[in-house]
T-cell receptor, first 114, second 107 residues
């Protein structure tokens, strides 16, 4: 039973550049959420995708965008990177059919903006 | 949004000791969960516990939904228990996390 997988695990980008992070949900899951975790903080909700549409968005600027593919995998894109975007980006998957009660996380992508 | 307060923020234990971690929510949430974040960053599910009490080995959790808090008990702690513990609950599609309890278990 494949868990949530994310790529890449680590990356370094320059301020102003763009980055794309990828996520494959746990087998049997159809919903993907993205979270940003700054050092010493708890994860903060960015947005959630279901049926290839953004269902809900947290308090993040439009520089953060996403996409969900027909196979339920998802991408998170961040444009015009700022130093403050340096964080651990976590993907969580859940099953809408099961009520989305339990979320499971991938290992995350560590982004450093220099 | 919902505020989640976790206490204590930091905890250092001798191996074999017991501990209680607490999580308070500013408003009612659904689907309360406890997670353990390992040193590599992955959040591992410990309990799905919207109400009541559950036990899994040395760990147990209790949620009193009407009073908007949850407790995580760790008994006979081991060095592998070290890491950060988070609670989270959702309203709608968004889960709200606390700032975590950082646990260090020393041999």
């Amino acid at each position: 039973d494949a868990g949530v997988t994310q790529s890449p695990t680590h990356l370094i980008k320059t301020r102003g550049q763009q980055v794309t992070l990828r996520c494959s949900p746990k087998s049997g899951h159809d919903t993907v959420s993205w979270y940003q975790q700054a050092l010493g903080q708890g994860p903060q909700f960015i947005f959630q995708y279901y049926e290839e549409e953004e269902r809900q968005r947290g308090n993040f600027p439009d520089r953060f965008s996403g996409h969900q593919f027909p196979n339920y995998s998802s991408e998170l894109n961040v444009n015009a990177l700022l130093l403050g975007d340096s964080a651990l980006y976590l993907c969580a998957s859940s099953s809408f059919r099961d009520g989305g009660n339990t979320i499971y996380f991938g290992e995350g992508s560590w982004l450093t903006v220099v | 949004g919902i505020q989640v307060e976790q206490s204590p923020p930091d905890l250092i234990l001798q191996e074999g000791a017991n501990s209680t971690l607490r999580c308070n929510f500013s408003d009612s949430v659904n689907n309360l969960q406890w997670f353990h974040q390992n040193p590599w960053g992955q959040l591992i599910n410990l309990f799905y516990i919207p109400s009541g009490t559950k036990q899994n080995g040395r760990l147990s959790a209790t949620t009193v939904a009407t009073e908007r808090y949850s407790l995580l008990y760790i008994s006979s702690s081991q060095t592998t228990d070290s890491g950060v513990y988070f609670c989270a609950g959702n309203t709608g599609n968004q889960f709200y996390f606390g700032t975590g309890t950082s646990l260090t278990v020393i041999p």
